[in-house]
């Protein structure tokens, strides 16, 4: 059994700064500390892919970064470390604590994520040690972790028993200031075919702002149609890990503070992880702005129909403590909205009623996930050191 201290200022001091994660009983201590510790910072997720995303968005503006679940929420992460982690080639630390493991008795809703949680990990070709239990082997322990990240640019696990850490008290009382519900600014006119298409949207994003901030596109056609205006090492096509561009926005916007930062989401991934609104609203990122092209459905898969033509997103958003709200289905109010958005303390929301329809001939991104990562990165490596 070690302290948390024991393991979090080693990791501290070879860079890990930022953790984001879903709370187990197993990981009280090291939350406890990571949130009272000035030089570390904690971001709480709704959910376990979440985390994931929000951890990926810290590592592009610059930090390494950990990601802590429950083995039961390993489950969630599946997704964005295999379609996202994987490609672009991100590494991050995972804490997954061992519910259920054999030989001890737990609830029964662990005993079989305790069974198959090695297995999970080796299936998704992330290599794994057990977290360390003697302050003797953490330094080995890290020391491995690195290696293996400097090498691979991929994630690395820790498995956590019971006990592992003694506990830590949390002394001091955390407070946050939240801000009024505000105001949905504008109104929908058109219906159907009669919207903007999104390319449309894209470009006036790109003639609006492109110049002055980072962009992430979701993933399906948003992205597709942002490469095929024009690449900018300051775009990040999100291939895969639908959902996640939201909180990928948040932890790059917390990481970059000076930087806007533009969400070009959908609405069906918007509906996917609704639960990182109220994680945007929680930290209110000033630098973030979050556009929803909306359609109403799942273009890339056949324009199959999406719930939000009965879902008011710019309200659910303004109950999530964004602090500026637009809604608008014409370019010129688009723009207008944008001017005013790169103006104001975030969080922004702009949701956007687009019509079905794209070119048929749209190409996919010619460079690799991990190419348009690496463009990214190091553009932002060059603008700390111009600093």
Known sequence: ?????????????????????????????????????????????????????????????????????????????????????????????????????????????????????EKLLETMRIPYLPFPEEGRDVQRTLAEVENYIEKENLPFALIMKKDAVTSYPLEQKITFHHFPVSPVEGKFYWSG?????RLEAIQIIKETASQRALLIATTGKTGRELFALGHQSNQIYIV??????????????????????????GDGAVLMKMGTLATIGHYQPKNLIHIVLDNEAH????????????????????????????????????????????????????????????????GRPTLTPHEVKDQFVRRMNKERSDL
Request: charged residues 20%.
């Open 1 to 117: 059994m070690i302290q948390a201290k024991d393991f979090i200022e080693p990791a501290l001091e070879r860079g890990y700064r930022f953790w984001s994660g879903v709370p187990c009983s197993f990981l009280t201590p090291f939350i406890n500390y990571v949130i009272q510790n000035k030089e570390l910072r904690y971001v709480g997720a709704s959910s376990e892919g979440e985390a994931v995303a929000i951890a990926i968005g810290s590592y592009l503006a610059g930090n390494k970064s950990v990601a802590i679940c429950q083995n039961s929420g390993l489950g969630n992460m599946v997704n964005p470390l295999t379609s996202l982690n994987y490609p672009f080639r991100i590494p991050l630390l995972l804490i997954v604590t061992h519910r259920g493991a054999p030989g001890i008795q737990d609830e029964p809703q662990h005993v079989l994520m305790g069974q198959i949680t």
């Open 193 to 197: 075919d009669s919207r903007m298409r």
């Open 240 to 265: 895969g890990g639908m959902g996640c561009a939201a909180g990928i926005g948040l932890g790059l916007s917390l990481g970059q503070p000076s930087k806007k930062v533009l969400v070009l989401d």
């Open 299 to 362: 273009e890339s898969t056949g324009a199959q129909f999406t719930v939000s033509g009965s879902t008011d997103i710019a309200s659910v958003a303004s109950a999530c403590r964004y602090r500026k709200l637009f809604r608008c289905d014409q370019a010129k109010d688009l723009k207008r909205y944008l001017d005013l958005a790169m103006q104001s303390e975030g969080p922004v929301m702009i949701h956007v009623k687009i019509a079905v329809g794209s070119d048929p001939k749209l």
